[in-house]
């Protein structure tokens, strides 16, 4: 099946600090790409969707200035957390899509992000 | 609004055993239907996906089945191992201009030798 890797898989920051967690579709080009935030013993939660060259739209509760999401182009999106705090520390898990028969999406292995 | 209700919230097995896991939803205009194995700290595998036409589909040991008409499915998992120990996930899709995604909770399986 289709490949999406995640970069970093797992990153330590300080308090005030952004971070910023790189998706790849490395063999399909992905028309579209969603990211979601996972707290332990919790189910996936959407954030946002993004298109590629189009602004990305994001999940009622979900603040766009600290989780800024860009898609430029068909095998990469990222994801900044802006002035990072403790709350914010979650499993952030990627997929893409090429919006292909059945919409399938496919996950990327996650990352891990720790705030102090 | 979309929901997807699963059931049992987790469950523990012996190896060997089989098991079944339920997915309820109310998700419209449905799209399909996936189940995704997620072990923990990865992201989530596909196992099956299923269509309002299908009402079962086979991957290996796990079974997946839909019934379009009570809005309920369910994997069967046959012959249990412990590297089935993970979270299952049901995750239908809503159509209808974009394709809108609803998790459900997830059930968390334990295989113990």
């Known amino acids: 099946g289709a490949v999406v890797s995640q970069h970093p898989s797992r990153v330590i920051c300080k308090s005030g600090t952004s971070v910023k967690i790189e998706c790849r579709s490395l063999d399909f080009q992905a028309t579209t790409m969603f990211w979601y935030r996972q707290f332990p013993k919790q189910s996936l939660m959407l954030m946002a969707t993004?298109?590629?060259?189009?602004?990305?739209?994001?999940e009622q509760g979900v603040e766009k200035d600290k989780f800024l999401i860009n898609h430029a182009s068909l095998t990469l999106s990222t994801l900044t957390v802006t002035s990072a705090h403790p709350e914010d520390s979650s499993f952030y898990i990627c997929?893409?899509?090429?919006?292909?028969?059945?919409?399938?999406?496919?996950f990327g292995p996650g990352t891990r992000l720790t705030v102090l | 609004k979309n929901q997807v209700e699963q059931s049992p919230q987790s469950l523990i097995i012996l190896e060997g055993k089989n098991c079944t896991l339920q997915c309820n939803y109310t998700v419209s205009p449905f799209s399909n239907l996936r189940w995704y194995k997620q072990d923990t700290g990865r992201g989530p595998v596909s196992l099956t996906i299923m269509t309002f036409s299908e009402n079962t589909k086979s991957n290996g040991r796990y079974t997946a089945t839909l019934d379009a008409d009570t809005k309920q499915s369910s994997l069967h998992i046959t012959a249990s191992q412990l590297s089935d120990s993970a979270s299952y996930i049901c995750?239908?899709?809503?159509?209808?201009?974009?394709?809108?995604?609803?998790f459900g909770r997830g059930t968390s399986l334990i295989v113990h030798p």
């Open positions: 995750v239908v899709g809503a159509s209808g201009g974009s394709y809108i995604p609803t």
């Open positions: 997929s893409a899509s090429s919006g292909g028969l059945g919409h399938e999406q496919f």
């Open positions: 993004s298109n590629e060259g189009s602004k990305a739209t994001y």
